[in-house]
Nanobody
């Protein structure tokens, strides 16, 4: 499994960005795809997760109502739409995956087996 994240950049507070995560290498197994972020000097934290079919989602309280997950089945790509961005959202964002077929979308970093490289999101205030 390989994950390729992109879409980061510099945006003013209140602006929007959409991150993409291209998923490749699936072998007839379902996965959950999660987004995490890590700010300088802080631990990596959970942002959101989505089931393979896209029917279930889980969001961190800090992003509920501002961020939204989606997927494009044809492109095997998962998206994180980020609106009303704040300076506190500045971090390197990572997408990750774990084998999962149903059940709770977990928010623990250690529960995810596959990680993409990060993409930097900087929000200027």
């Amino acid at each position: 499994v390989q994950l390729q994240a992109s879409g980061g950049g510099l945006v003013q507070a209140g602006g929007s960005l959409r991150l993409s995560c291209v998923f490749s290498g699936r072998a007839y197994v379902n996965y959950a795809v999660g987004w995490f972020r890590q700010a300088p000097g802080k631990e990596r934290e959970f942002v959101a997760a989505i089931s393979w079919g896209g029917g279930r989602t889980n969001y961190a309280d800090s992003v509920k109502g501002r961020f939204a997950l989606s997927r494009d089945n044809a492109k095997n790509t998962f998206y994180l739409q980020m609106n009303s961005l704040q300076a506190e959202d500045t971090a390197v964002y990572y997408c990750a995956a774990r084998r999962q077929n149903g059940g709770v979308l977990v928010d623990e970093t250690r529960r995810y087996d596959f990680w993409g490289q990060g993409t930097q999101v900087t929000v200027s205030s």
